[in-house]
């Protein structure tokens, strides 16, 4: 990065740890860029990471449940730490200061009210007033997204194109601050070789010699384990030893272990749990598997391709980052994740067709390589010295 003028940031992220999810991912790898050239201080109430040059400020939680309380108690604790002393405030949660907002998912009144009208949007809003929750989240975002967040106070960042076209038509007050910044990747060396390979496996317990495929989230119903699941036994006619593996908290397993017993996988399916370095399942893998039902971009899909996995993802209506993947190039895209004899036929050209498994390694790892970190951090950087107190100098 080039010299400019150091900022004193806060950084708002209630879980600062790599095995929460990709918001947590993406907050984490910006803060270690930034952190090089910046005073970064992380307000978190757990936290599991430690960077050079970074404070941690443990935010207490004496009530972890209902959520909406501690979302409530943590925006109110870090309103109170930060009113003064920071050129920037970045918030990665649903709190009401903050002068860079982060958006990761689709918005709380999206979802309730989209596509309702007459008696259904009347009985959505009876919902809505009858549930304290709801009408907490609610409240959240209207400060968080409210009119006049425009000009040179607050940039409301999100990490899509298909994310911001939703912000821009679900609050159009803020459509003037939106900006797109679209996650990063670090750039490996390469492909992993057999001999990383094969050691991946072993670390992880996974059967050698065998097609592995690879899924990867801590929701596995929207990420589509269901249909994974049912691909699976598809397969099995053409690759009757092709085996799954799934990184993520295990607080679902419960229900999908019944299942993959019912479907006679249970010699075929591992679940590996939530890991704080998924590069070892990257590199065991053969292809990965993400037939999410919804995720505002899927920093999974742009990790595998940096480690040049052949990616079969559900298309552009369901997943951010297939807006700019193009079919059969550097992506295999499901038009519905639902599908899963189309999942199971395009895992079986991933991991047999050899021109275009070939194809998709090398345009995934190019398309990855476009996106790396450090110059997402340097965009980072220009809103920061936009909305700074601070002039860059």
Avoid at 62 to 68: E, I, M, S, V, Y
Avoid at 217 to 246: I, M, W
Avoid at 358 to 364: D, E, R, V, Y
Avoid at 370 to 382: L, N
């Amino acid at each position: 990065m080039q010299k400019a003028k150091s900022l004193r940031i806060a950084v708002f992220n209630r879980n600062f740890a790599p095995t929460g999810g990709g918001a947590e991912r993406y907050s984490i790898a910006l803060v270690e860029q930034l952190a090089e050239r910046h005073e970064v201080h992380v307000f978190a109430q757990q936290i599991d990471h430690e960077w050079p040059g970074v404070t941690y400020h443990r935010v207490s939680a004496p009530l972890k449940k209902p959520r909406w309380v501690n979302q409530l108690w943590y925006a109110t604790a870090t309103w109170w730490a930060t009113r003064q002393g920071f050129d920037v405030v970045h918030s990665h949660e649903n709190t009401w200061h903050g002068n860079v907002q982060t958006v990761h998912v689709l918005p709380v009144w999206h979802n309730l009210f989209q596509g309702r009208a007459g008696f259904r949007w009347v009985l959505r809003w009876l919902k809505v007033v009858t549930s304290p929750r709801l009408l907490a989240y609610l409240g959240f975002e209207l400060s968080r997204f409210r009119a006049g967040v425009g000009g040179a106070e607050r940039c409301v960042v999100v990490t899509s194109d298909s994310l911001r076209d939703v912000m821009a038509a679900t609050f159009p007050a803020c459509a003037s601050a939106l900006s797109v910044l679209v996650p990063g990747v670090d750039a490996p060396e390469g492909v992993a070789s057999a001999a990383e390979r094969q050691s991946a496996r072993t670390a992880l317990g996974l059967p050698q010699g065998v097609p592995c495929l690879l899924l990867v989230g801590n929701d596995y119903r929207k990420k589509g384990l269901n249909s994974t699941l049912d691909a699976l036994e598809l397969l099995s006619k053409n690759n009757p030893s092709a085996v799954l593996a799934v990184v993520g908290n295990t607080t679902q397993k419960a229900p999908f272990e019944v299942k993959v017993k019912s479907l006679g996988l249970a010699e075929r399916v591992f679940f590996l749990g939530a890991l704080s370095d998924v590069t070892p399942a990257y590199q065991a893998a053969d292809v990965l598997v993400h037939p999410t039902m919804e995720d505002t971009f899927a920093m999974v899909v742009l990790e595998a391709m940096a480690q040049g996995l052949p990616v079969v993802v559900s298309g552009a209506s369901y997943c951010g980052i297939s807006t700019l993947l193009s079919n059969r190039h550097n992506a295999l895209l499901l038009s519905n994740p639902h599908d899963a004899a189309a999942l199971a036929q395009a895992v079986d050209q991933a991991l047999n067709d050899a021109p275009l498994r070939q194809t998709l390694i090398n345009n995934a790892r190019e398309f990855a390589l476009s996106h790396v970190w450090p110059e997402k951090a340097r965009q980072q950087e220009a809103i920061y010295f936009a909305v700074a107190s601070t002039p860059e100098v």
